[in-house]
């Protein structure tokens, strides 16, 4: 898998044969189908294998910090930051996921900023009275929204520092001193 995604960003993925991918990770062709149907069926194994990663990183045990706010922004980033966010690779992705069972990167980013969120109400940094999944939810579309943003050319600072200002302005709320909630 490794060895596919090098040479998708190398040369593209739609350049990019099964047979470069055998030959590169000196494997046989029928090993590679043994494993995968087509080479649009790697990408959502690269994407479970990248969020197993992503998971591990967010141990505490593994270097993450102690706070779940500072998990929730470090996941945003290392997500940003990854290889399977290169934009065309992206597109590629979402739509492999969506015609494949398996793994759906959408769903698991959500799934992944839910449970940091239910950690971060245990560790009263985010409103227990809020659902984790609808939190989530918002943190996951915040986060694309700003990828798709920064992948068309805006880009008032490094995409890192914007999920984390972003982050920041959703906890922290945008409401003015004269603002009340109407029904």
């Given at each position: 898998m490794?060895?596919?995604l090098r040479l998708?960003?190398?040369?593209?993925?739609d350049?990019t044969?099964?047979?470069?991918?055998t030959e590169?990770?000196?494997v046989?062709?029928?090993t590679?189908?043994?494993?995968?149907?087509?080479?649009e069926?790697?990408?959502?194994?690269l994407?479970g294998?990248?969020?197993?990663?992503?998971?591990?990183?967010?141990?505490?045990?593994?270097?993450?910090?102690a706070?779940p706010?500072?998990?929730?922004?470090?996941a945003?980033r290392?997500?940003?930051?990854?290889s399977?966010?290169?934009?065309?690779?992206?597109r590629r992705l979402?739509?492999?996921?969506?015609?494949?069972?398996?793994?759906?990167?959408?769903?698991?980013?959500?799934?992944?900023?839910?449970?940091?969120?239910?950690?971060?109400q245990?560790?009263?940094?985010?409103?227990?009275d809020?659902d984790?999944?609808?939190v989530?939810?918002?943190?996951?579309?915040?986060?694309?929204?700003?990828?798709i943003?920064?992948?068309?050319g805006?880009?008032p600072?490094?995409?890192?520092?914007?999920l984390?200002?972003m982050?920041n302005?959703l906890l922290?709320?945008i409401?003015?001193?004269?603002?009340?909630?109407?029904?």
């Open positions: 490794e060895t596919a998708f960003r190398e040369h593209g993925y350049a044969t099964v047979e470069e991918i590169a990770a000196d046989a062709k029928g590679f189908f043994n494993y995968f149907e087509t080479k069926a790697v990408l959502p194994a994407a294998l990248r969020l197993q990663q992503l998971e591990e990183s967010l141990l505490p045990e593994h270097g993450a910090p706070s706010v500072a998990r929730i922004k470090l945003l290392l997500v940003a930051e990854d399977l966010s290169d934009p065309a690779l992206t979402f739509a492999a996921g969506m015609r494949h069972q398996g793994i759906r990167p959408v769903h698991a980013l959500m799934k992944l900023l839910s449970e940091q969120v239910r950690q971060a245990a560790a009263g940094e985010i409103s227990a809020l984790p999944i609808h989530g939810g918002m943190l996951r579309a915040l986060f694309f929204q700003q990828v943003v920064y992948h068309h805006y880009r600072a490094p995409l890192p520092e914007t984390n200002t982050v302005l922290d709320g409401a003015g001193p004269k603002w009340r909630q109407v029904s």
